[in-house]
């Protein structure tokens, strides 16, 4: 069984942002990376896969600048097989019909059995990679799995609908299915498996070679929200924080007796 | 400008974001027609063309067969924009039918400005304005972001669309979330605790403060997740949707997810080291603090 999983790196989420100097996107100086969350959750999956159908291996596949390998190198210890990266300094002004056109332009001669990404990234967040990619490559897709199961011919999974109420879909592989938070307990990676990771396999490729269309979206500006609700904001002394919240608390709820 | 809204129905109602893409439409004051995939016993409500397959033959999960007939209508109407819920169901068919019409799909939309489109970025702590480059644009929207000023009210006009059977992803059926346990939407005080609280141990903090005021404890969804609470105790649109006199969000950064799930509580206080946490915006008070430090504190100070 061949299986792809499809990563992004993106920032901590408690970053304080900065804008780049066209405005167009998050400046990418001094922040913390990691591995987009939802992914984390697709890897841990393709993993369990591979070791439950025995004969079996994970490709890992980012696009990105070098710096993205970081996230490749943690999927790897976590036990992906090798990695595929595809070289892209400019991979934040891509839009997501490109991304996955790139991805699909490598998978489609791969035959993978099944691939798992994130159902969406933390930073843009469009939700489309992994459905835009089973479009391209003609795969059934599934996307906000909170549960998977695999009998050795089909695939039961649960797709997390509104209201914790789940619906529970069976298909067969090929297919490509997107991974929401939970699906999984995602494994740490110990320092043995890290220090075998550096010895996996980890090739790059130029976007140039794989990315042949142009962008269906483009952004026109990146901006910081309008604060419109904007509370009282409180700082300093624990022991004063304590007193000014409870003379609010007194003042304008009816909760404290 | 002609829109295509694409209503909800689940489990034989139509859900609330199906005014939502209609709300839209009368903001950008589009000509609008609808398609859903549900029953005439259900109808949205809605003055104009709607295009209804049946969900009894076309399945409730069946993107194959949804996204068909929906490229049926959009060989009909022409429409410049098609417009969906960033919801389970939307997220899910827009790609698709962006994919099949080759058209840029702008997800998330907030607000509309111009020829712009608005959507969401890093947890909200940004925006991204963009322009699609296409003839024809898929949009999702935001949960809440648009709203009809009155009840909805009208009777559409029906089209019947044939659904066939037969897909490719066979669907089983639901599940139910486990009920029992807490209720959080009759509770008038919440203390909920996010990833903030750093580790399970520390939840008995947020419970003793819960304590303290009189209320119940809840959580988001990654204390949820991890395991550290029952999903009963689940605040946000895959949990429990609550309105509290009081609300505190402890080490909650505020995802989208979450403030749909509390947003109409009386009174928020946000207690968080991140000043800049999108929690904030729905906040009456952010108290910037560590929650070791201060949740102990405040305890104490309201047992006394």
Do not use: C, T
């Given at each position: 069984m061949k299986i792809l999983v499809c990563i992004k790196q993106v920032p901590d989420m408690e970053s304080r942002f900065k804008l780049n100097a066209a405005g167009t996107?998050?400046?990418?100086?001094d922040l913390a990376w990691r591995m987009n969350e939802y992914d984390e959750f697709a890897v841990e999956q393709a993993i369990q896969l591979r070791e439950q159908a025995g004969d079996a291996e994970v490709v890992v596949l980012s696009i990105g600048p070098d710096r993205v390998k970081e996230a490749m190198k943690k999927a790897l210890a976590m036990g992906a097989d090798r990695g595929v990266h595809i070289q892209?300094?400019?991979?934040?002004?891509?839009?997501p019909y490109q991304i996955a056109s790139a991805i699909a332009a490598y998978a489609g001669e791969q035959n993978f059995d099944v691939i798992f990404t994130g159902?969406?990234?933390?930073?843009?967040?469009?939700?489309?990679v992994g459905l835009l990619l089973a479009g391209m490559l003609g795969l059934p897709a599934v996307t906000t799995i909170v549960g998977f199961e695999y009998d050795g011919s089909q695939a039961t999974v649960r797709r997390e609908l509104e209201g914790g109420l789940k619906s529970v879909v069976k298909l067969s592989f090929p297919a490509v299915l997107t991974c929401q938070l939970g699906l999984n307990t995602p494994r740490y990676p110990t320092l043995p498996n890290i220090m075998k990771a550096k010895k996996k396999e980890l090739v790059s490729l130029p976007i140039a070679d794989l990315l042949k269309v142009e962008a269906l979206v483009t952004t026109a500006a990146t901006r910081f929200p309008e604060?419109?609700?904007?509370g009282l904001i409180l700082e300093g002394d624990v022991g004063e924080l304590t007193e000014k919240l409870v003379a609010i608390l007194k003042e304008k709820t009816t909760v404290l007796k | 400008m002609k829109a295509l809204l694409i209503a909800e129905s689940r489990q034989g109602k139509i859900l609330p974001g199906s005014y939502e893409t209609l709300a839209f439409a009368n903001k950008i004051g589009a000509e609008a027609a609808m398609f859903l995939v549900g029953s005439e016993d259900a109808l949205p409500k809605f003055d104009g063309r709607l295009y209804l397959a049946d969900v009894a033959a076309?399945?409730?999960?069946n993107p194959d067969e949804h996204l068909r007939l929906l490229l049926e209508v959009v060989a009909k109407e022409s429409p410049q924009l098609v417009v969906l819920s960033h919801s389970s169901y939307g997220w899910d068919l827009a790609p698709r039918l962006a994919l099949a019409l080759q058209a840029g799909q702008v997800s998330e939309v907030v607000a509309c400005e111009g020829d712009t489109l608005v959507v969401p970025a890093c947890n909200s702590k940004l925006q991204r304005v963009v322009r699609a480059q296409s003839g024809v644009t898929v949009v999702t929207l935001q949960s809440g972001a648009f709203s009809l000023a009155g009840e909805p009210a009208g009777t559409p006009t029906v089209e019947k669309l044939a659904a066939q059977a037969g897909a490719k992803?066979?669907?089983a059926g639901y599940e139910e979330a486990e009920k029992g346990?807490?209720?959080?939407?009759?509770?008038?005080i919440i203390v909920s605790a996010g990833r903030?609280?750093?580790?399970?141990?520390?939840?008995v903090m947020v419970e003793a403060l819960a304590k303290a005021l009189g209320g119940e404890y809840g959580a988001s969804r990654p204390v949820v997740d991890s395991g550290?609470?029952?999903?009963?105790?689940q605040v946000g649109s895959t949990g429990q949707t609550v309105a509290p006199k009081l609300y505190v969000a402890c080490?909650?950064?505020?995802a989208i997810q979450h403030l749909a799930g509390m947003?109409?509580?009386?009174f928020v206080i946000a207690i968080n080291t991140?000043?800049?946490?999108?929690?904030g915006e729905v906040a009456d008070v952010l108290v910037v603090a560590d929650l070791k430090q201060f949740l102990p504190a405040l305890t104490d100070r309201l047992q006394k």
């Open positions: 996107w998050y400046s990418d100086q892209d300094d400019a991979s934040y002004g891509k839009d159902m969406q990234s933390q930073d843009r967040g469009s939700a489309q604060r419109k609700g904007g | 076309a399945g409730e999960y992803l066979e669907f346990g807490v209720d959080l939407s009759k509770a008038e903030g609280i750093g580790k399970p141990e520390n939840l550290w609470a029952e999903h009963n105790r080490g909650i950064s505020g947003k109409k509580s009386d991140d000043r800049d946490a999108p929690i």
